[in-house]
């Protein structure tokens, strides 16, 4: 569900969010037995388009968090922007450099105020290396929001955006 047009699964969001809680969790993988299951579970039911579009909807929902799609924050959005896709950049062994545009794009389309996941819906094919830059970029969001707002913070915004778009 998105709160403003596309709507995607819940469950492929829950399994995106597994995704980024398996790179975020590169020191206890005793977790990730049940998270891959899960991911795989949705991933047959809803295919690996929709976890990618589930994917977009939490990079949109954690950029809310920290401001996205605020009026007079441009200076922000712009620094943000930059730092994260010099971020991104760095996971040279995950992440494609030509998918870093899109993923860009996206975070420029939610600091616009834009529906992410309608806008990357209109942009054409998704490569299969996309979601892998699209997982990276979320997991150091979600590490920023964590950063600023404390453990845990980015799930719980998720889970009440989440919630309050199902209603």
Same mark, same amino acid.
């Given at each position: 569900m998105?709160?403003?047009? #596309?709507?995607? @699964? +819940?469950?492929?969001?829950?399994? #995106?969010?597994? @995704? +980024?809680?398996?790179?975020?969790?590169?020191?206890?993988?005793?977790a990730w037995p049940a998270l891959s299951e899960r991911i795989a579970a949705a991933t047959a039911l809803y295919g690996a388009g929709e976890l990618s579009r589930g994917t977009v909807w939490l990079i949109g929902g954690a950029l809310r968090l920290v401001g996205g799609g605020r009026l007079g924050g441009e200076g922000f959005a712009e620094r943000f922007t930059q730092t994260l896709m010099d971020k991104v950049g760095q996971w040279g062994d995950v992440v494609e450099p030509s998918d870093l545009p899109i993923v860009r794009q996206v975070v420029t389309a939610v600091f616009d105020g834009h529906d992410p996941v309608a806008w990357r819906d209109q942009a054409g094919p998704v490569p299969d290396s996309e979601p892998r830059a699209m997982g990276c970029a979320l997991a150091l969001i979600a590490n920023f929001v964590d950063q600023v707002d404390g453990p845990e913070a980015c799930e719980r915004g998720l889970l009440s955006m989440l919630s309050r778009a199902i209603d």
């Open positions: 998105t709160p403003s047009g #596309a709507q995607v @699964q +819940v469950g492929a969001e829950q399994a #995106a969010w597994d @995704q +980024v809680s398996i790179l975020r969790s590169p020191d206890q993988p005793s």
